[in-house]
C-alpha cells in the first residue's frame, strides 16, 4: 500500500511536520510505501511513530510485544545497569500490554503504546550498554533503528 501526504497529515503529526515539510520529504513524489516512509530521512523516533500508526493493529501489537520481550533480555545483560534497564523493560512490558488493550478500542492509542514499548526497550538497550562505558545515544539509536527494521519486516508479513 502507498501513502499520500494527506495520508501523513490525516494522522496528525506533530506541529514540526506541516504540509510544506511532508512535501519535502516525499520529494515530488505522489506517493510511498511503508518502506521508503520507514527509510526517510528523519529520526527513527519519528519513523516509528509514523509506522506504528501506518501498521495493522495486529503488526503493532505483534511488534509490542517484541519490543517487551527485547527489553526484558537487556534486563538482565549487565549487573552494574541492571536496576536501570529493569525499569525500563518493565515500561515495554506496561506498554506493549496496553498496546494490546489499546487496540481493541482505538489505533491511536495502540500506535501510542506501541512506540512508547520500543523506546523503554532501547532505553533499556542503553542502559544495559551504559555500565561498559558505551554512548548512551548512540546505543538508543541503534536500537531504535533496530526495532524499526523489526517493524518493516513484520509488516510485510
Keep these: 500500500m502507498n501513502f499520500t501526504v494527506t495520508d501523513i497529515m490525516n494522522k496528525r503529526p506533530c506541529p514540526e511536520y506541516t504540509e510544506e515539510v511532508v512535501l519535502k520529504l516525499w520529494a515530488g513524489r505522489e506517493d510511498l510505501t511503508f518502506r521508503e516512509i520507514c527509510s ?59 498496546a494490546t488493550y489499546a487496540a481493541t478500542y482505538a489505533a491511536d492509542y ?11 526497550a532501547a532505553d533499556a538497550a542503553a542502559a544495559a550498554y551504559w555500565a561498559a562505558d558505551a554512548d548512551w545515544t548512540k546505543t538508543r539509536n541503534e536500537e531504535l533503528e533496530r526495532f524499526l527494521s523489526k517493524l518493516v519486516e513484520m509488516n510485510k508479513s
Design 110 to 120: 495502540a500506535a501510542d503504546y506501541a512506540a512508547d514499548a520500543a523506546t523503554n
Design 40 to 98: 526517510l530521512g528523519i529520526s527513527a523516533r519519528d519513523r516509528i511513530w509514523i509506522a506504528v500508526r501506518l501498521a495493522s493493529r495486529a503488526t503493532v501489537v505483534s511488534w509490542a510485544d517484541y519490543c517487551a520481550a527485547e527489553a526484558q533480555k537487556h534486563a538482565s545483560a549487565s549487573a552494574s545497569a541492571a536496576d536501570y534497564a529493569a525499569d525500563y523493560a518493565a515500561d515495554a512490558a506496561t506498554n506493549a500490554d496496553y
